[in-house]
């Protein structure tokens, strides 16, 4: 899980600019959860000591940039609004 750190103000006022990074910022977030998810799942399926060790610090890591695109996304949330992970992201014109 993610430390607790102060928000700080976005620096760029510009909506569509905003709008676009967090847009980009859900997917980041949604493909770190995927990502997870299939580690979850092949946790078994590894063909040594060596290798779970190394899908282990693998998800370590991806944890730790989930948690960081998380931190991200929350900056760019609009006011009010949900945060990502309960609301989809756009896939029109991708």
Same mark, same amino acid.
């Given at each position: 899980?993610?430390?607790?750190?102060?928000? !700080?103000?976005?620096?760029?006022?510009?909506?569509?600019?905003? +709008?676009?990074?967090? %847009?980009?910022?859900?997917?980041?977030?949604?493909?770190?959860? !995927?990502?997870?998810?299939?580690?979850?799942?092949?946790?078994? +399926?590894?063909?040594? %000591?060596?290798?779970?060790r190394i899908d282990e610090r693998a998800a370590q890591i991806m944890r730790n940039i989930l948690g960081s695109w998380r931190d991200t996304l929350s900056v760019l949330a609009e006011p009010g609004a949900e945060t990502e992970s309960h609301r989809a992201p756009r896939t029109a014109g991708l």
């Open positions: 899980m993610a430390s607790p750190r102060p928000r !700080r103000p976005v620096l760029n006022s510009d909506p569509k600019e905003l +709008e676009a990074q967090r %847009v980009a910022c859900s997917y980041l977030v949604k493909g770190c959860e !995927r990502a997870l998810f299939d580690f979850g799942l092949i946790a078994g +399926e590894t063909g040594g %000591v060596e290798s779970m």
